[in-house]
């Protein structure tokens, strides 16, 4: 015989609680349709959660990297519309030195001619100066070197170089070359007799003021470094103490691509002796003499870095930084273009001011000279082509930088959408 139960009613808790759970799931199913996502909070999957979470990170990183690449481009395009008034005028500065060549002029109208010429290249030096984006220079005046902290000490009419020298150092004296004979000496740039004239980059430090003009206090923790961009290697002299060599006269130290010379110049009263001691560790170190760097000095305490290769203005093979061992930011600028520190690339700073380009001494004083010009500004109108076509081609670059990023960040988002978010059909039915 069975047994009836009355006092709990199973049949009706059954139903109550197949009520909840069926209630429960309308309820999430609901909030699924209402908000749009399958995943709402870590319970309703956990370890789609995490994937989304750092999905959606990417996304976010990428949508602002594509941002800020298209401020690299906005500075690209206002750097070439500068230039481009720049080549107006120096098609103009032809003009009239194709006028001024004429013999028909008389010395008033050559001094008229001059005059104008004279302007264009205010406007052009001030172009080069003045035109900024979001505050920041466009270009930069690789015609003022400044070597490290050097030219703090020695100060800026003591250091002096560029890609490109419009008025060559006379060198009188006997000079000290890495490479060459210790007799080796020449009038014009530090370099190989019969070569003066070319467009060199180089640095002339000027010491012989030490011991009367500034200290060897003053020099203590200055350094300034050279880069060789053929084979990417930096060589760097730091002035330091006793302390920092050990006693030593130098010490020199190298890792990688980074090779530095520490002098001591505690108690030095005299340039001519530490030029001497510079030239000394770099001509014992064999790593100091490679690719086109030479190094030379005088009696008299002037230093100088130069690059021994020809190279055009827009692509020097030797380039200075400071201090030794820094990235030269001031000739560069980073676009981060993702969500990770890597994810970037440099563009190059565009530099160009009348004596870089070569019209600074450009003369129609007579017939003769304004002849001469004409080849001046022929090559001025060639390295400004030339700057623009670098500007462009970095502008392209990015272009397709941002092409690339939004892609990846439309095909994240796909990805995501598919982790996250709420099949419509399945939860209606």
Not at 21 to 34: F, G, M, P, T, Y
Not at 88 to 96: A, G, K
Not at 212 to 231: A, C, H, I, N
Request: net charge negative.
């Amino acid at each position: 015989m069975s047994i009836t139960v009355v006092a709990n009613n199973i049949m009706a808790m059954n139903g109550r609680r197949q009520l909840n759970i069926n209630a429960s799931d309308k309820q999430k199913s609901v909030e699924r349709l209402s908000s749009g996502y399958r995943i709402n909070r870590s319970a309703d999957d956990a370890a789609g959660l995490s994937i989304s979470e750092k999905m959606r990170k990417q996304i976010r990183g990428l949508g602002q990297g594509a941002r800020n690449s298209q401020d690299g481009v906005s500075f690209c395009q206002v750097a070439d519309g500068a230039m481009s008034e720049v080549q107006s005028m120096l098609h103009r500065m032809n003009e009239l030195c194709v006028q001024a060549a004429n013999g028909t002029n008389s010395a008033e109208d050559l001094t008229s001619i001059q005059n104008e010429i004279n302007q264009l290249k205010v406007e052009i030096n001030r172009i080069s100066d003045t035109t900024t984006f979001n505050d920041m220079p466009i270009f930069h005046d690789r015609g003022n070197v400044s070597a490290g902290g050097i030219s703090d000490v020695l100060g800026p009419e003591n250091v002096k170089g560029g890609s490109n020298f419009s008025e060559p150092l006379i060198v009188t004296t006997q000079q000290y070359h890495t490479g060459m004979p210790s007799n080796a000496s020449t009038e014009g740039q530090p370099g190989y007799a019969g070569r003066v004239g070319y467009p060199y980059a180089s640095v002339m430090m000027d010491f012989s003021g030490l011991g009367s003009s500034y200290t060897y206090e003053q020099l203590e923790g200055q350094s300034f470094s050279v880069t060789d961009t053929s084979s990417g290697k930096q060589y760097g002299i730091v002035f330091g103490n006793s302390t920092d060599t050990g006693g030593r006269s130098y010490i020199y130290s190298g890792v990688g691509d980074t090779h530095t010379i520490t002098i001591n110049v505690e108690g030095c009263t005299s340039g001519s002796n530490l030029v001497k001691t510079m030239r000394s560790a770099v001509g014992n170190t064999s790593v100091y003499t490679q690719g086109g760097i030479q190094f030379a000095r005088d009696s008299f305490g002037k230093f100088w870095i130069y690059d021994n290769k020809t190279a055009n203005l827009n692509n020097p093979s030797v380039k200075f930084a400071s201090p030794a061992g820094a990235k030269d930011e001031e000739k560069e600028i980073w676009i981060q273009s993702g969500d990770v520190a890597e994810s970037g690339l440099w563009i190059t700073k565009p530099y160009m001011n009348a004596n870089i380009i070569g019209v600074d001494g450009v003369d129609v004083s007579s017939n003769e000279s304004a002849k001469q010009s004409l080849g001046a500004v022929a090559q001025a109108i060639e390295t400004v082509s030339s700057l623009r076509a670098q500007v462009g081609a970095q502008q392209n670059r990015i272009e397709h930088t941002i092409n690339v990023t939004n892609t990846t960040k439309e095909n994240l988002e796909a990805s995501e959408s598919k982790i996250r978010d709420t099949d419509m059909a399945e939860e209606t039915v």
